[in-house]
């Protein structure tokens, strides 16, 4: 009589040996030394050959560029092997390999902020910026917050509703999973979206209009709100002229109430020497982003991106891995989604926006489509930036993907052209998410998502018979019921599976 055991460790195996993980901790850390190495000596030499150029009458803009461009790789490598300490420690139970990995990421994480610092200060020195002035460190840290605030109350808002949830409609198979979508849904919505106004105010200082120029300004932005019968926005000045930062920008939704009424910040500043119509077409920018709803738009393809990634990721984990051997593919595919993919794709849809909120200015709302590059040309000469190229590594941040000014301004002049190129502009709410379906890359990510859960359906809906005596087929099922019921959406923890076979099932 055969009979198996009542209870049986099926795996408990470990996915690298705990030498060639520290082995692997070692290596990632020196390399990170190494680029640090590297990375400040490059910044010396910067120094000193930087005051050469500018002695030679090179402009700073150009500069500050190519500094941005030697030390974005080196920056980029360390904060990558920050991210894989941080992902590593959460495959990690509580070991003393947990507590060298966390330790690992703290460092490199302050070697990347005194390698940041360095590269500011030599920016700073550049852009004869006062540094005690400026403040540059209380204004991250303002960032830094906000961001982290409203991490907080995005939680918070999930875990309420959650907790409703399972009140009322108690699913099993939606505990944990809904808990980690809402609370990163909450986070991209409420930040981007519905307290944006508030969550700004407290991370950009600003103040409100005061002097004639800004009292201007601000009957400008009434006139053009006004004139689309629209209800009147909140308007600050952005506060950033010490650390000769400009910009303009909208946010929050229209018919939201106070505090949570649609904003407008802009820079005003004599240096920028921008004329009434220059200014007037930027607030024309600004507000088609309003009247387009770009911002809400960006919010749902964010998602749904990130669900799109979600959903493959895990439908490929349990095709291949059966969730088993997965946290390391977890690991290195989650990041690479993420941190690469996700911007790029999205940055596509901004991209495309920016181009229509200046058609929309020019061909709906009247502004000239000189005085707009004009005003684009200022701020961004002004802000340390160069017309014709994008600072490196921007393609990390979607929200940064606008087009060059040079990229915007032969948009412009096709619309107006009378020649072969010449178009009319598309300024209806649903063109940027158009134009972004008919490109090949989002088109192919949507078919592999597409497959991948018409396959993952198919699987989870008919059990596949495998060539196991009676006994271990009970179990395999069991263990297929049981991961479903434990599709536990934050990264695996566990290094194996302990699994519970049948009763005891004499022969
Ligand atoms: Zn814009």
Avoid at 117 to 132: G, M
Avoid at 144 to 170: C, D, I, K, Q
Avoid at 336 to 344: E, V
């Amino acid at each position: 009589m055969l009979r198996t055991p009542a209870s049986l460790i099926v795996e408990s195996h470990a996915i690298f040996s705990n030498t060639i993980f520290f082995g692997l901790t070692l290596i990632l850390f020196l390399a990170a030394v190494t680029s640090a190495f590297i990375g400040f000596r490059r910044l010396k030499i910067a120094d000193i050959w930087s005051k050469n150029l500018l002695h030679n009458g090179r402009p700073v803009n150009e500069i500050l560029h190519a500094v941005g461009q030697m030390m974005f790789p080196i920056k980029a490598t360390i904060g990558g092997i920050f991210v894989v300490f941080i992902y590593a420690g959460t495959l990690l139970e509580r070991s003393l390999l947990s507590v060298i990995v966390n330790t690992a990421a703290l460092c490199s994480a302050l070697i990347l902020f005194s390698l940041l610092n360095r590269e500011q200060k030599l920016v700073q020195q550049l852009r004869t910026i006062d540094p005690k002035q400026a403040k540059a460190g209380y204004t991250s840290f303002r960032m830094f917050a906000g961001h982290m605030l409203g991490a907080l109350l995005g939680m918070v808002a999930a875990l309420v509703l959650e907790s409703l949830r399972t009140a009322y409609l108690p699913i099993p198979f939606l505990d944990g999973s809904l808990t980690k979508l809402l609370e990163f849904c909450f986070y991209v919505v409420g930040i981007q979206l519905f307290i944006a106004p508030v969550m700004l105010r407290m991370m950009l200082p600003s103040h409100k209009p005061a002097s004639t120029e800004e009292k201007q300004t601000e009957t400008v932005i009434h006139e053009a709100f006004n004139k689309l019968g629209l209800r009147q926005p909140q308007v600050r000045i952005l506060a950033l002229n010490k650390l000769k930062t400009y910009n303009a920008l909208i946010a929050g939704l229209n018919f939201a109430p106070f505090p949570f009424r649609q904003i407008v910040m802009i820079s005003q500043d004599p240096d920028l020497d921008l004329s009434a119509d220059e200014t007037r077409a930027i607030i024309h920018h600004e507000l088609a982003h309003g009247v387009l709803w770009h911002i809400p738009i960006r919010v749902i393809a964010s998602i749904a991106i990130w669900l799109v990634g979600l959903f493959a990721l895990f439908t490929v984990d349990l095709m291949f891995f059966r969730a088993e051997h997965g946290p390391l593919f977890i690991a290195v595919a989650a990041p690479i989604y993420f941190i690469l993919f996700h911007p790029r794709l999205l940055g596509l849809l901004v991209r495309e926006q920016e181009i229509q909120a200046d058609e929309f200015a020019v061909h709906r709302l009247g502004s000239k489509a000189e005085d707009l590059i004009a005003a684009l040309t200022k701020l961004t000469l002004a802000s340390g930036g160069l017309i014709d190229r994008r600072p490196a590594g921007t393609w990390l941040n979607a929200n940064a993907a606008h087009p060059t000014v040079i990229e915007r301004e032969a948009h412009l002049q096709q619309l107006s052209g009378t020649g072969a190129l010449s178009r009319k502009p598309d300024l209806r709410r649903r063109r940027a998410v158009t134009t972004l379906l008919k490109t090949q890359s989002v088109r192919t990510t949507a078919a592999l998502g597409l497959a991948l859960a018409l396959y993952s359906a198919y699987s989870l809906s008919t059990p596949t018979p495998e060539r196991l005596p009676a006994s271990t087929l009970g179990v395999s099922i069991e263990k297929r019921l049981d991961q479903l019921a434990h599709v536990d959406w934050s990264f695996p923890k566990k290094k194996g599976f302990v699994l519970r076979t049948l009763e005891d099932d004499p022969f």
